[in-house]
């Protein structure tokens, strides 16, 4: 958890609030064998799909639709799972599908070299954003875009963080954050710059 002073922590509870992990995006490899036969793997796996037809990595697809998260076994043995809720999540579950490969792949030995890769935070706004004239604001600061004819979100990317934060009227997230702290440091960024509805 960050350690912020009293008048950071009130700025982020005068303007933002619910700030949540909402998806970890990690990755691990397999212990044993160089290659895996990911077409044995798709045929004898439930919920997976073979990828080798579209593109050059050949890999696995395996999807748990309880918890919404996407597992991604290459040809290599690595493997990258997409959806999680935190870093524990996404550890359990790259466990579960190895156990599940090593059923089949009796070579497997288990997990190694798990990281987390980046996550995305989502929050939502005390009150209602007016984008245009926070876009202004932005500017003055950022290279913030703003095209509400394609995207109702408000993009600022924060190159010192290496985060991007989009903007909608009431909530918004943060995405690539490397670090808990980050995504705290980005919403300090950006919250005297919010021009609110009705100021």
Partial sequence: MLMTSNVETMTLDE??????TVNVVARARLAGPRRLDTKLLASRLRNSQYGG???????????FPLHSTVVKVYESGSMV??????????RSTLRAVARRIQRVL???RGLEGFRVVHTVWSFKMRRAIDRVRTYERLCERFFPSYEPEINTALTVPLEDLRVKACLHKRS???FGVKRDRDAY???Q???????????
């Fill in 172 to 174: 918004g997230a943060v």
């Fill in 53 to 63: 037809d579209l593109t050059n990595a050949r890999s696995v697809t395996l999807r």
């Fill in 15 to 20: 303007n933002f609030s619910d700030l949540r």
């Fill in 185 to 187: 440091l980005a919403l």
């Fill in 81 to 90: 799972v997409v959806g999680a809720r935190s870093a524990s999540s996404a």
């Fill in 106 to 108: 009796r070579d497997v």
């Fill in 189 to 199: 960024l950006i919250a005297p710059l919010l021009v609110y509805v009705g100021e």
